[in-house]
């Protein structure tokens, strides 16, 4: 079964500063990988996305992600952080069958940026 | 452009009720997933439905909830005699293909 862990449960980040939150993921072929982003209360909002091809993606609010098969993992990073970023993301992998489909998540990173 | 809707957004019940929500997708999204998300925790899914059949459901979705997606359109998930345990944010999906579109969920409390 795929299971999907990322292990910042809080990461603190002034705001301007660099941002990475890691996820790695066990999955036992090619995966979809997916970030997600949740603000307080609210439901989630998907961030970015990789099925195939540059293992490099670009998504929304500035935010981009790395695949690295080797290492299992799909790490988020955004150059500079703003106020607006403090929220939970949520890593997922995506498993497609013809009769399954469903995300797996992490238990997500709370991300605090301070001013 | 219409995204995934849920209502209601809140619901409290008393512990033996019968709640019900509903999930109205985005248009022609013929996937819809029903995802329970508590406290601390990322979502965990519940149910999938392609058009109106329900192929698969997990292991959490005990003989005490039922989803049905009449026409292949709207869904609803009922929670028969609640259980404080079923306090939690359940979140609807919708899909074309792989990218689910998440609504904004219910968030249930069961006093």
């Known amino acids: 079964a795929q299971s999907v862990t990322q292990p910042d449960i809080h990461i603190t980040v002034s705001e301007g500063a660099s941002l990475e939150l890691r996820c790695n993921y066990s999955?036992?072929?090619?995966?979809?990988l997916f970030w997600y982003v949740q603000s307080p209360g609210q439901g989630l909002q998907l961030l970015l996305k990789y099925f195939s091809g540059d293992t490099l993606v670009q998504g929304i609010k500035g935010f981009e992600a790395e695949f690295k098969r080797s290492q299992s993992s799909f790490n988020l990073r955004k150059p500079s952080v703003h106020w607006s970023d403090a929220a939970e993301y949520f890593c997922a992998v995506g498993l497609y069958t013809g009769t399954a489909s469903k995300l797996t998540f992490g238990t997500g990173t709370r991300l605090q940026v301070t001013l | 452009d219409t995204g995934v809707s849920q209502n209601p957004r809140h619901k409290i019940t008393k512990r033996g009720q019968n709640v019900t929500f509903r999930c109205d997708p985005i248009s022609e999204h013929n996937r819809l997933y029903w995802y329970r998300q508590t406290l601390g925790q990322g979502p965990e899914f519940l149910t999938y439905?392609?058009?109106?059949?329900?192929?698969?459901k997990s292991r959490l979705l005990s003989d005490r909830f039922s989803a049905e997606r009449p026409k292949g359109s709207f869904s609803t998930l009922e929670i028969q005699r609640t259980e404080q345990g079923d306090s939690a944010m359940y979140l609807c999906?919708?899909?074309?293909?792989?990218?689910?579109?998440f609504g904004p969920g219910t968030r249930l409390l069961v006093l």
């Open positions: 439905f392609q058009n109106e059949a329900q192929l698969e």
């Open positions: 999955y036992g072929a090619t995966p979809y």
């Open positions: 999906a919708s899909s074309p293909g792989e990218t689910q579109y």
